[in-house]
């Protein structure tokens, strides 16, 4: 499922709707893969008075004695209707709309994607120089979606 437009918000109601298209095409997504500044932005979803995410922890906790109070301000963890969902930044993906590179939220089921091996892992011996023994490692492989439709796209996220 793709959620795409000119500049698309990363709300909460966006990301239902990516999850529930996910669902009912057979996916259970459980992971949210994206760049760091719309990490930030789904954290901020949950701060003190935005009404967008119920909490369920208290943002601050008090504590007991003379020791330091904890503040959180990540949403590490999204609990959705249809599943858990652990929200990993990666610093590899593009982070704003840079030339034809947008930014993009992937909601990935990881039981439908695999490796797909072209060709096995293998050593070739090169040319002798002087008593070295030079060697390459050869392998060719790629990345393979079992069900394109069991994983989901935020695209455009602003």
Not at 27 to 41: E, F, H, N, Y
Not at 45 to 74: D, N
Request: net charge neutral; aromatic share 6%.
């Amino acid at each position: 499922m793709v959620l795409a437009g000119a500049n698309v918000a990363a709300s909460e109601a966006n990301i239902k709707a990516v999850i529930k298209a996910c669902f009912d095409a057979g996916g259970q997504p459980d992971m949210i893969l994206v760049p760091s500044a719309v990490k930030q932005t789904i954290s901020g979803l949950a701060s003190v008075g935005s009404g967008s995410v119920s909490l369920g922890v208290p943002p601050r906790h008090s504590v007991s004695g003379s020791g330091p109070a904890t503040a959180v301000a990540a949403v590490d963890v999204y609990v959705s209707d249809f599943g858990t969902f652990k929200i990993v930044p990666d610093r590899n993906l593009a982070t704003d709309g840079v030339g034809s590179v947008a930014a993009n939220a992937f909601f990935l089921d990881m039981d439908f994607w695999a490796i797909n091996w072209l060709r096995p892992w293998h050593t070739e011996t090169m040319a002798k120089t002087g008593d070295s023994i030079k060697q390459m490692l050869i392998a060719e492989y790629g990345l393979v979606s079992r069900n394109e439709k069991s994983s989901g796209l935020l695209a455009n996220v602003k």
